[in-house]
Nanobody, 128 residues
């Protein structure tokens, strides 16, 4: 059973950068696509960025395109979300989630209902 732990959140000023981590254990990361989602108070959960099991395909929400980058290092059992030029509206709890997939799959959907393993979340606050 894959387990995920989110970390790396914190407080950052507008325009700043932050990298959050999704550290996995319990199963081989090669067999999972990973997604990053966020939830802010009073707003719907949003799929931020997702990466396929083979790492060759990524999906980004329009709100973060050009600012966020998702990557994975299966040897380290870790998925990263690099966030640059952060805005006030990026403030949220960020969750990583996993969806079973064949290692060669390039499917990188960010539909939350497809993900069945979730981390506990890490708070990202953008404030001056």
């Amino acid at each position: 059973q894959l387990q995920l732990v989110d970390s790396g959140g914190g407080l950052v000023q507008p325009g700043g950068s932050l990298r959050v981590f999704c550290i996995t254990s319990g199963s081989t990361l090669d067999y999972y696509a990973i997604g990053w989602f966020r939830k802010a108070p009073g707003r719907e959960r949003e799929g931020v960025s997702c990466i396929s099991a083979n790492g060759r395909s990524t999906t980004y929400a329009d709100s973060v395109k050009g600012r966020f980058t998702v990557s994975r290092d299966n040897a380290k059992n870790t998925v990263y979300l690099q966030m640059n030029n952060l805005k006030l509206e990026d403030t949220a709890v960020y969750y990583c989630a996993a969806r079973p997939a064949w290692p060669e799959s390039s499917y990188s959907s960010c539909a939350a209902y497809e993900y069945d393993h979730w981390g506990q979340g890490t708070q990202v606050t953008v404030s001056s």
